[in-house]
């Protein structure tokens, strides 16, 4: 097996044509920055024009998924200009659009919560399986935000009456949730998760490599998917560096961030 590490990403490639693909920031919850999402979406796009790899997972390691975006980068976008907001922004919105527009079939397992942003890569693979002990959570009203450039593949899954409801609540949900409303496909204990991924791979390489990218490109084509869009990856972006820039943004990432409530919430 073929291993290429570019922190904080791992790379592994069988000799079968499978690339499992994980997030290795275990310490901070696999939460993802501006430097991440660009090594994650030139991993995906160097994949992607790989013609040996037939199937891509995305992984992660440690208690977490992904718990979205990183404190760090959080603190650098509190001071970002609406032009920086819309670039950055922007990158997000070109790594989903990777992701979920791979010729490969991809498949998610999620080991632990999936918060924010995580909720949008597991919606943009073509297959999701979670571990009974996974959660989910749309929170980005909570800091005055939208999940917008992730909005489209969520919406996708989820339906629009489910996803609005979560986007709205910002609740919190369990794996078995997440499968009755389409996010994931499979929930299973911890310990099987992996025969469970096993199990799926093995069912897609039995399928026509060819056939298997056709098959992506006649639901997309059906569906018109607004995920296929350049125009709904360039608005989305636009929706979220709009709000990034509200006082209302910036005053709940100022509150997550400084661990208080924001304004908006009254006892």
Known sequence: MARKTTAPIITEISGRGVATVTLRR??????????????????????????????????????????????????????????????????????????????????????????????????????????????????????????????????EAMGERQAMRYMLTAEKFSAREAMRLGLVHDVVPADVLQDRQNEIVEDLLKGGPKALSEVKNLVSYITNSATQDEKVVRDTAGHIARVRATDEGQEGVAAFLEKRKAKWVRD
């Open 26 to 155: 275990p310490d901070i919850h696999n939460a993802f920055d501006d430097e991440l999402i660009e090594r994650l979406r030139r991993e995906l796009q160097g994949l992607n024009n790989d013609t040996k790899v037939r199937v891509v997972v995305l992984a992660a390691e440690g208690k977490s998924f992904s718990a979205g975006a990183d404190l760090n980068w959080m603190k650098r976008m509190a001071g970002y200009e609406r032009a920086e907001n819309l670039e950055d922004a922007k990158n997000l919105g070109k790594l989903m659009a990777t992701l979920y527009r791979m010729r490969q079939p991809t498949v998610a397992v999620v080991q632990g919560p999936a918060y924010g942003g995580g909720v949008g890569l597991v919606a943009a693979c073509n297959i999701a399986i979670a571990s009974e002990s996974a959660t989910f959570c749309l929170s980005e009203v909570r800091l005055g935000l939208i999940p917008a450039v992730i909005g489209p593949y969520v919406i």
